[in-house]
């Protein structure tokens, strides 16, 4: 009898301990799904690397159709990278906020299949159908909807800069602005163009192309003089034209405007006299003068010509917010040539300053061959300076819907220069022209959120380094508890 009892308390204590385990386990795997579910993981991060930012958040609240992110890697090896795994938690954050309607991915792009059914689950059939991915690549973000499909390089995911030994450091993370603004251009209904003309020995656009594409455009170079601007463009550009305009070209831009298009065109120090050109401004009201600014107090990079100026408030009039968010803004830019409303500022109504030089501490030297220093001397002209304007004309659409074209004339490559971009985001001048682009875009709206700062002795915390805690607290804790239990039981049986 004493042995049937002693085997009872030992397969009762047996089957409690094995319930015990397995509603372990059972709680450890409806955790691990709850983490997946609704991002149930603590950032420790001193940045708040995983953190959404306020505008990732608001736009992610407001995603009600599915989109799926299929990202070219097994996830066991980016899992195994600290920088990948950070952007594998981050996409898992976005699936969850968005209650998994941002469906995420890996697939081993050596295979040539994925989870996709409306093109047979075939790699290939999704690049033929959409010619943003021919140049898709390992490692690459495939945001694809039902209207269509674009790729964000890993690469673009990190700010670089080169240490003292000439080896690229990641400095900083701006997952949020190349994610939110891909799934801006998939998802907007009509996508806007901005057309940029490279005929006239115009100046690199690049790091504008990023600001505007970021913005929900898609852009395209052209030759004026032999092709014609496409149907969809919102905006065409000519940054800092060498040579000058045919009149063949202007009747284009006239005949682009008159059905409600828009115009930029970039002036600098280097940009000669232009007849053609001028007498198309002037007819809008505004002369390019054959001057250079300096600034005796707001050069904020002397050796480079670097100096001051503010956005206007109001310089985008169609869209209020932008005339609050651009309110007082300094912006750096390379020394500018300043603009002169021909009629008199004031007198045309829709004749707007956007940018101007900070104060009366600016100075004007006359570029026409009798300077004879570049410091200041009692005949130069005083600031402050407009370098930037916008004349606005109503007209009408090929729909007959009323509708403003814009032409904005600025003084100064100020918007697209590579030196001031490595300095900042402030003087690489991207709140106004993020606004510039959200004013002049009739479908999309305005991106722009800073990269995060990865060089400031923060703790990372990978989704695999969160999935090992787990495991610890969930399962190796308890274990260790009930052995020691058990221990501390069988030496007070054999007391």
């Known amino acids: 009898m004493k042995m049937i009892e002693k085997l009872k308390k030992h397969s009762f204590s047996l089957i409690v301990t094995v319930i015990f385990l397995a509603l372990i386990v059972l709680v450890n795997i409806f955790v691990s799904m709850l983490t997946e579910r609704f991002f149930l993981k603590l950032d420790l991060t001193e940045a708040g690397i995983f953190t959404l930012s306020d505008r990732a958040a608001e736009f992610l609240s407001g995603v009600n159709e599915t989109v799926d992110i299929v990202v070219m890697a097994e996830e066991s090896t980016w899992l195994a990278n600290n920088n990948l795994a950070m952007i594998s938690t981050i996409l898992t954050n976005y ?222 009039p169609s869209t209020e917010a932008s005339a609050v968010f651009t309110l007082d803004i300094p912006v750096g830019i390379r020394t500018a040539r300043p603009l002169r409303a021909v009629r008199g500022e004031g007198v045309m109504e829709n004749m707007f300053p956007l940018v101007r030089t900070v104060s009366a501490s600016s100075y004007a030297k006359a570029l026409d061959g009798t300077v004879t220093t570049w410091e200041r001397e009692p005949g130069d002209a005083s600031g402050p300076f407009t370098i930037a304007y916008n004349i606005r004309h109503l007209t009408r659409d090929a729909e007959g819907t009323q509708v403003w074209a814009n032409l904005i004339v600025v003084g100064a490559a100020m918007f697209d220069d590579p030196f001031l971009a490595i300095f900042s985001e402030t003087f690489y001048n991207v709140f106004f022209l993020a606004d510039l682009a959200n004013d002049l875009n009739p479908f999309g709206e305005r991106v722009f959120i800073p990269a995060r700062n990865l060089a400031t002795g923060h703790l990372l915390v990978s989704s695999a380094g969160a999935r090992t805690v787990l495991i610890l607290m969930v399962i190796a804790l308890p274990l260790l508890i009930i052995a020691a239990g058990i221990l501390i039981w069988r030496r007070r049986r054999h007391k």
């Open 95 to 316: 699936s969850a906020t968005t209650g998994g309607r941002i469906r995420v991915q890996y697939v081993n792009p050596d295979l040539n299949v994925f989870d996709g059914p409306n093109y047979g689950n075939s790699l290939s059939a999704l690049v033929e159908a959409h010619t943003e991915l021919t140049d898709m690549t390992r490692n690459d973000i495939v945001f694809i909807s039902e209207r269509r499909a674009t790729r964000v390089p890993v690469a673009s995911l990190f700010v670089q800069r080169t240490d003292n030994f000439g080896r690229p450091v990641e400095t900083s993370l701006r997952v949020d602005q190349e994610f939110i603004s891909a799934l801006v251009y998939v998802l907007n209904e009509s996508i806007a163009r901005i057309v940029f003309v490279e005929n006239h020995g115009e100046d690199s656009t690049e790091h504008m192309r990023q600001i505007f594409e970021r913005s929900g455009y898609i852009s395209s170079s052209i030759n004026l003089a032999l092709e014609e601007i496409p149907e969809d463009t919102v905006l065409v550009v000519s940054a800092a034209p060498k040579f000058d305009f045919l009149s063949e070209e202007i009747i284009k831009l006239e005949q682009f405007m008159s059905l409600g298009g828009n115009v930029m065109i970039i002036y600098d120090f280097n940009t000669v006299q232009l007849p053609v050109l001028d007498a198309f401004l002037a007819e809008w009201g505004v002369a390019v003068e054959n001057k250079l600014i300096f600034d005796e107090e707001n050069t904020f990079i002397p050796q480079h010509g670097v100096i001051g100026a503010v956005v206007s408030a109001g310089a985008l």
